[in-house]
């Protein structure tokens, strides 16, 4: 049970670039959140999918796109990346059943610079 | 929107001591707040979470105080460790209406706990 992954660990892209990161969760979790991590701001939620096929924006969604096929999977894409886009970037997957979808669980994050 | 403030942003206590972080909040609405501990280079980790309707809870060594009329929380360590060093976040929650749980995070505790 490898819990929640994400990949790439560590990605530098150049202004205008494109790219996607992936999320994937063993734990049959119906919530997949994304957020990014900047320092001294704490964790803001960017979009985040309450099931396969659905998703809704967060707090800071401009810049981003999400995509939810399959259930085990929550990808963020940049379309076009800008320098304020540099970021640890951590997803996170919870349960829909009431009593148990509160506690979110965290991956190891990816590192994403912009130059 | 909710706004999250919490305090102090680096706390340094002796092995043995007590360490308190404390959060305040705006939306009266809200009705979750979970704490997570982040390690170095790892996702954050949910400790401890309160609801609305409780105004204590207490797990071994942490426990969390809510105050719903000030709108502010607090996280208690007992009995420190070398191990409790690590970053703190407390958030709030308001379940959205397919029951997703949007995570407003504060801005983080560093703390270190000095043998």
């Known amino acids: 049970n490898a819990g929640v992954t994400q990949t790439p660990k560590f990605r530098v892209l150049k202004t205008g670039q494109s790219m996607t990161l992936l999320c994937a969760q063993d734990?049959?979790?119906?919530?997949m959140y994304w957020y990014r991590q900047d320092p001294g701001m704490g964790l803001r939620l960017i979009h985040y999918?309450?099931?396969?096929?659905?998703?809704a924006k967060g707090e800071v969604p401009d810049g981003y796109n999400v995509s939810r096929l399959k259930k085990q999977n929550f990808l963020l894409g940049l379309e076009s990346a800008a320098p304020s886009q540099t970021s640890v970037y951590f997803c996170?997957?919870?349960?829909?059943?009431?009593?148990?979808?509160?506690?979110?669980?965290f991956g190891p994050g990816t590192r994403l610079t912009v130059l | 929107g909710e706004n999250v403030e919490q305090h102090p942003s680096t706390l340094s206590v002796q092995e043995g001591d007590s360490a308190v972080i404390k959060c305040t909040y705006s939306d009266s609405a809200s009705n979750y707040f979970p704490w997570y501990k982040q390690e170095l280079g790892k996702g954050p980790q949910l400790i401890i979470d309160?609801?609305?309707?409780?105004g204590e809870k207490k797990d071994q060594r942490i426990a969390v105080t809510l105050n719903k009329t000030a709108k502010h929380f607090s996280l208690h360590i007992t009995e420190t460790q070398p191990e409790d060093s690590a970053v703190y976040f407390c958030?709030?929650?308001?379940?959205?209406?397919?029951?997703?749980?949007?995570?407003?995070f504060g801005q983080g505790t560093r703390l270190t706990i000095n043998p």
């Open positions: 958030a709030a929650s308001i379940r959205d209406i397919q029951g997703a749980q949007k995570l407003v």
């Open positions: 999918s309450v099931g396969e096929g659905t998703t």
């Open positions: 996170a997957s919870s349960y829909s059943i009431a009593g148990e979808r509160d506690t979110q669980y």
């Open positions: 309160i609801r609305s309707n409780v």
């Open positions: 734990m049959n979790h119906e919530y």
